[in-house]
């Protein structure tokens, strides 16, 4: 039966593809007739690139079906004379190397790193290589539309498709210049007749291309052809070589993905024959490299991509081709614009990124911080709010010293936009200052007491504080300044019998606090949070990652990283309980085991290097655990180890300047080398840009 036809030349077809050649037994080729009844064979052919290129193969069939021509009309055509292959050799040994060599380094000058694929996942150290095989093509309008425009801009429509390719690797590398292979003919058009040789002449050389912030499509197109001109004069040497020349380290291959513009002067279509009807006309390749474009031009521009499965999605692939298309048809539609202004995005995408950005959702935007807690301590007053060590606070009893601290704050005179430093040790101490800031209308500013010296008493004079609230035992640890000193502890009883009032209104629009960053240049900078954006933070987090009065929160970040924020406010805003974990607990993870056992902790929020700790310490998680990871990137292998250690993980990320978190993504087991950041939380939009501000994929 046919379909039972097709399924076994599948899977021969199949088997075909994974067999190689042994180069040390000849011949380089296998030929394979199969009957399929009723007249109609199906022909295989396998051969090895080594005797034979592209260019060769309808040059062979040509004198093939001659003979079966002579053989069925029982004549003598002529034959077609071939000229030996051995011509291309001693030409070949005769070119000068050392004027390769100066090319090519020039050529290459300044290239120290392959350009990344970014796309792919890690290779396998496997020799098995299966590949994938996608194709896609213009429409027959726009496929003429790009040879007019070729011949508007006086260049080849390969140096079109090189230069797309170049710049869809810009794009998904994020640089400027990158580099990738590109097969040449290799037919040096001084040698007679070379255009009817039979052999292997092709050869893949790197291809440089630079996209400059004000590159025009036409002038940048012909100085690509200028360098493919010069190029030809060297395409004969080896790419061995030419690595050599190189300044990548040895070793290191110098690009992953090659184009083959498949541009063959000899109509391949079987016409020769008269007495043979010639159908589904299949090819498969294999290369040695992990990405291969094959663009076939014609009526109809199409494209093949060849990919090793075990590095890349079929889907990626499948966004890749559209992406290449597009920024094609870019160039055709827009010659006035800058190169790097060309669209890449399809409309599909474009329309996605704007869904995504669709989070709006109704929050307490007319409330403070302290005013959710205030509300949550009216519903529950004696639940436990927080605990560290075998102290507890009921949510009434903090409250209450906050208001204590806030109105002794006051006195000190603290106005609304006040700015007051706290630096305290990891304990219960610590939520009184915070909430007693907040309370007093004033904005914190943290100060980790294991910071040097200098880098306080810089945040302190650069930020202009107040008061400092502090203990009496980090004295020591604080700089002379300008502001006064408070100690909660050693003056509690002077601050429990502050005069009560009513305290200040604080607007949502007010500093809730200024955290000090590395800055990028190395020196510290201060970045002001206001309480509205802390209040849609904390709102967006209790529905996703989720968070409710039964949950136990293990609070392990120093107050100085801002996403401690989330460990010390959501649970108090919903009734749940903080336990803070003390600094010596945080950096021992036998200790911090521990305390997540012994707590019954539902929820913990720590950077991939904690959680790494932990798991390199024998941890084994608890199926009831919410593992919440960021603060940097986490690896797709920790997060699959990280998914059988609890009830779920998500993977958060977020500057600091845009409130902690910016986006969340619940993790799923995967074999990518990475992990999504997610989507935006809500009222939040995010955009992927690359170098010149373009949208990119999400």
Excluded at 629 to 639: F, M, S
Excluded at 654 to 683: K, M
Aim: glycine letters at 6%; one cysteine or more; hydrophobic letters at 40%.
């Amino acid at each position: 039966p046919p379909a039972e036809q097709e399924e076994l030349l599948r899977v021969y077809f199949q088997e075909q593809k994974g067999n190689g050649f042994n180069l040390s037994q000849a011949p380089l080729l296998r030929l394979t007739l199969i009957d399929l009844g009723r007249g109609t064979h199906q022909f295989v052919w396998a051969w090895s690139h080594l005797i034979l290129d592209g260019w060769s193969v309808p040059l062979v069939l040509k004198q093939v079906f001659l003979c079966y021509q002579e053989r069925y009309a029982r004549t003598q055509a002529p034959i077609l004379y071939t000229p030996p292959y051995r011509n291309y050799i001693a030409w070949l040994q005769k070119q000068d190397m050392s004027r390769a060599e100066v090319f090519w380094g020039e050529a290459l000058k300044g290239f120290t790193a392959p350009t990344p694929l970014v796309i792919d996942r890690p290779a396998s150290a496997s020799t098995d290589r299966d590949y994938g095989e996608q194709s896609a093509q213009l429409s027959l309008t726009a496929s003429a539309e790009l040879q007019a425009f070729a011949r508007r801009q006086q260049v080849t429509l390969g140096v079109v498709a090189e230069a797309a390719w170049g710049l869809l690797l810009s794009r998904y590398s994020g640089e400027r210049d990158v580099l990738f292979g590109a097969t040449v003919s290799g037919r040096p058009a001084v040698l007679p007749h070379v255009d009817s040789m039979i052999g292997l002449f092709i050869n893949t050389l790197p291809v440089r291309v630079r996209i400059a912030a004000d590159d025009l499509p036409g002038p940048w197109l012909k100085a690509l052809q200028a360098e493919q001109v010069e190029l030809r004069e060297y395409e004969y040497t080896p790419l061995v070589q030419v690595q050599e020349w190189s300044e990548l380290p040895a070793g290191t291959r110098l690009f992953d993905s090659i184009l083959i513009f498949e541009n063959y002067p000899v109509d391949s279509s079987g016409e020769w024959s008269q007495n043979l009807q010639i159908s589904d006309v299949r090819s498969f390749e294999r290369t040695n490299y992990p990405l291969t474009l094959m663009v076939m031009p014609g009526k109809q521009f199409s494209l093949r991509l060849l990919y090793e499965r075990s590095r890349f999605e079929d889907q990626t692939i499948r966004r890749l081709l559209h992406h290449y298309l597009t920024l094609l048809q870019g160039l055709v539609a827009s010659p006035e614009s800058r190169v790097c202004k060309v669209a890449m995005l399809t409309e599909a995408e474009q329309r996605q990124q704007l869904e995504r950005n669709d989070t709006s959702r109704p929050f307490s935007a007319d409330k403070s911080i302290h005013q959710l807690f205030e509300m949550q301590a009216q519903e529950t007053p004696q639940a436990v709010a927080v605990a560290c060590d075998n102290e507890r606070i009921s949510y009434a009893d903090l409250d209450r010293r906050a208001n204590q601290l806030a109105h002794y704050l006051r006195e000190r005179g603290v106005e609304n936009g006040s700015l007051v430093a706290i630096c305290v040790e990891r304990s219960i101490n610590m939520m009184v200052g915070l909430f007693g800031i907040l309370k007093a209308g004033a904005a914190y500013l943290p100060v980790d007491p294991n910071y040097p010296k200098d880098r306080i008493a810089f945040m302190l004079e650069d930020a202009s504080v107040q008061i400092i609230l502090t203990e009496q035992a980090l004295l020591r640890t604080i700089p002379k300044s300008n502001a006064a000193v408070v100690c909660i502890d050693s003056h509690w009883s002077e601050i429990s019998r502050s005069r009560e009032g009513i305290l200040p209104r604080v607007r949502a629009q007010n500093l809730a606090y200024v955290l000090y960053t590395s800055g990028s240049t190395g020196r510290p900078k201060g970045v002001m949070i206001q309480h509205r954006s802390v209040v849609n933070f904390l709102e967006s987090m209790r529905h996703e990652p989720g968070m409710t009065s039964r949950d136990v929160m293990l609070a392990v970040t120093t107050l100085s990283f801002d996403i401690a924020a989330l460990e010390l406010y959501l649970p108090l805003i919903v009734g749940a309980r903080v336990e803070i974990a003390t600094r010596d607990v945080t950096l021992d993870p036998a200790r911090l085991s521990h305390q997540l056992r012994s707590v019954s902790a539902t929820a913990m929020q720590a950077t991939p290097a904690t959680w790494r700790m932990l798991i390199d310490s024998g941890w084994k998680g608890d199926r009831h655990l919410r593992i919440l990871c960021g603060g940097e990137a986490l690896p797709a292998e920790l997060a699959n180890e990280l998914l059988s250690r609890g009830e779920s993980v998500w993977n958060l990320y977020g500057p600091t300047e845009t409130t902690i978190w910016s986006t969340v993504h619940r993790v799923e087991r995967t074999d990518s080398a990475y992990v999504p950041i997610g989507r935006p939380i809500a009222n939040t939009q995010t955009y992927i840009l690359d170098l010149d501000s373009n949208l990119v994929p999400s």
